[in-house]
């Protein structure tokens, strides 16, 4: 079964620009949520989708959002870059509770973002 | 609010022994999950080990095992025998139950933890 498939890997913008990944999660699985992993916060919680719909949200301004199409493939999208949006971007399915007894995450290889 | 507290930035390990990180988590939802992952230089997420909160035993897996303790909100990771390759970044996560179908994973800061030849 292949894995949660993320891209691009890397890319490099610009402040101001805006920028969209992509996730395809593991087939079967309808939860995906994504991450922001830098050195100084760690791993932070941007949002999840189920259905295509956001159940969840982190505590990121407006500028970062994200939608979840019928095949469960999610984008992420961070309009008007600040330097700081620099980070590893983390996605990751998931089989909800209760159909899964752990409910963890499968996590693709993430894309590296740097805003210069 | 939910919170998971990793206490040990980094931590130097001999090949071969036994090494313990530690986790601590503040919590008020009696159900919750508890997971560590591995993240190695390549940087992809590798799940380890899950411990439930009703679980009655200790989880282990291979060479990891979590010594959960209830009452004192820990749960720590137990590698035996280390390896060259266990050479990573750990991190300890919690999942918190939103409502009935509906959760999210959280993460402690992580542990650095090199494994010495």
């Known amino acids: 079964k292949a894995g949660v498939t993320q891209t691009p890997r890397y890319l490099i913008k610009t402040r101001g620009q805006q920028v969209t990944l992509s996730c395809s999660p593991i087939s079967g699985h309808r939860s995906v949520s994504w991450y922001q992993q830098t050195p100084g916060q760690g791993l932070q919680f941007l949002f999840e989708y189920f259905s295509e719909t956001q159940r969840n949200k982190g505590n990121f301004p407006g500028r970062f959002s994200g939608r979840q199409f019928s095949n469960s493939r999610s984008e992420m999208n961070v309009s008007t870059l600040e330097l700081g949006d620099s980070a590893l971007y983390l996605c990751a399915s998931s089989v909800t509770l209760p159909e899964s007894e752990t409910g963890e995450l499968f996590f693709g290889e993430g894309s590296r973002l740097t805003v210069l | 609010a939910q919170k998971i507290t990793q206490t040990q930035p980094g931590m130097f390990v001999q090949e071969k022994e036994a090494v313990t990180l530690d986790c601590t988590y503040d919590?008020?939802?009696?159900?919750?999950?508890l997971f560590w992952y591995k993240q190695p230089s390549s940087g992809e997420m590798i799940f380890l080990i899950y411990?439930?909160?009703?679980?009655?035993q200790n989880a282990t897996e291979g060479r990891y095992s979590l010594n959960f303790q209830k009452a004192r909100k820990s749960a720590n990771l137990v590698i035996s025998a280390s390896q060259l390759g266990d050479s990573a970044m750990y991190f300890c996560?919690?999942?918190?139950?939103?409502?009935?179908?509906?959760?999210?994973?959280?993460f402690g800061s992580g542990t650095r933890l090199s494994i010495r030849p």
């Open positions: 996560a919690m999942r918190e139950v939103l409502y009935s179908s509906a959760s999210k994973i959280i």
């Open positions: 411990q439930g909160s009703y679980d009655q």
């Open positions: 919590t008020s939802d009696p159900s919750y999950g």
